[in-house]
């Protein structure tokens, strides 16, 4: 794809920027003429940056950002919370997904700290956009997405927007997987330390039992980040053929069914899903021990 490749001259990068930063204001007016919308149009967000990162000399992203965020912030000016709160964080975390894939970071870390980044800006703006804009933010997404009229809404707003900024991110490494090698970097797929991977995914389950009894939202967070884990950890064992470790996380999947239909009535109300987190934990500590054991095999041979 030809229009994928790295820009060498100003002319090629100032075009591409221009095409970008185009788009970016196109979603933005859309999604602040029909909010309903937002839901399909900001998983598109991040990408357009992160092409921009991969391709243009990072001295010109500056102006590519300044240019996107003043535009949008004209295109939309009797809605300048939209810029504010999709635009600018996808700028950002654009920048610093196709940053770590320049650095050859690992796609599960690349993809995780994006989305982390990506999360945490969303939050970020939202006071400042409540004191500004005089916009209760977190009632306009709930609305927006669905959620107002269900009573577990604010309880896993925090979960939806990790969720959402995932989508947004994996679909961003989707489209420039296959193009990395013709922006002249190489893909990262030596994996150094794989049993960390297993500590993060258990550490956020077993989290889960202290804060169910401080913080739901930030709950449910950790479960969503432990299932990230445990779905990298099981395509690991599925590449590395480990047949019958696989059944045995398939058991584990069937007691965590049974324990769930046992013990969800036992637990505050909208918490009942976070059993599901026995899954994530039963895999992380499976894992370990298969890297463990093969590590000693190894130092036998």
């Known amino acids: 794809m030809k229009f994928l490749r790295t820009k060498e001259t100003i002319a090629q990068n100032m075009a591409f ?12 007016l859309i999604i602040a003429l029909v909010p309903f919308v937002s839901i399909f149009l900001i998983i598109f967000l991040p990408l357009t940056s992160a092409l921009v990162t991969l391709t243009c000399k990072k001295r010109y992203f500056a102006i590519y950002a300044f240019a996107t965020i003043g535009l949008s912030l004209v295109a939309t000016l009797w809605n300048m919370e939209t810029t504010v709160f999709y635009v600018l964080p996808s700028i950002l975390t654009g920048f610093v997904f196709g940053l770590l894939i320049q650095l050859k970071v690992h796609p599960v870390w690349s993809i995780f700290c994006a989305t982390i980044v990506q999360s945490a800006l969303t939050f ?3 006071p400042l956009i409540n004191f ?13 997405f669905g959620l107002q009229e269900q009573p577990w809404g604010s309880v896993v707003v925090l979960t939806f927007v990790f969720l959402i900024s995932l989508i947004q991110v994996f679909l961003s490494y989707f489209v420039v997987k296959e193009e990395i090698k013709k922006f002249g970097f190489e893909e990262c797929k030596d994996l150094k330390h794989p049993w960390i991977y297993s500590l993060i995914c258990g550490v956020s389950s077993l989290s889960i039992i202290g ?7 930030i709950a449910y967070l950790m479960l969503a980040i432990s299932f990230y884990f445990a779905v990298f950890l099981v395509i690991r064992l599925v590449q590395e053929k480990y047949w019958r470790t696989l059944i045995v996380c398939g058991v584990f999947v069937l007691i965590n069914i049974f324990v769930f239909a046992l ?3 036992y637990l505050a109300q909208y918490s009942q899903v976070l059993l ?6 039963c895999i992380s500590i499976i894992s370990f021990l298969v890297y463990f054991l093969k590590k000693q095999k190894e130092q036998i041979e």
Do not use: R
């Open 132 to 144: 500004v804009f005089q916009t209760d933010l977190v009632t306009f997404f709930l609305k927006v």
């Open 124 to 126: 970020l703006f939202v």
């Open 276 to 281: 599901t987190g026995i899954t994530p934990l």
């Open 263 to 265: 013990a969800n009535q």
């Open 211 to 217: 804060l169910y009894f401080c913080s739901l939202s």
């Open 17 to 28: 920027m221009g095409i970008m930063a185009a788009i970016n204001i196109i979603l933005a």
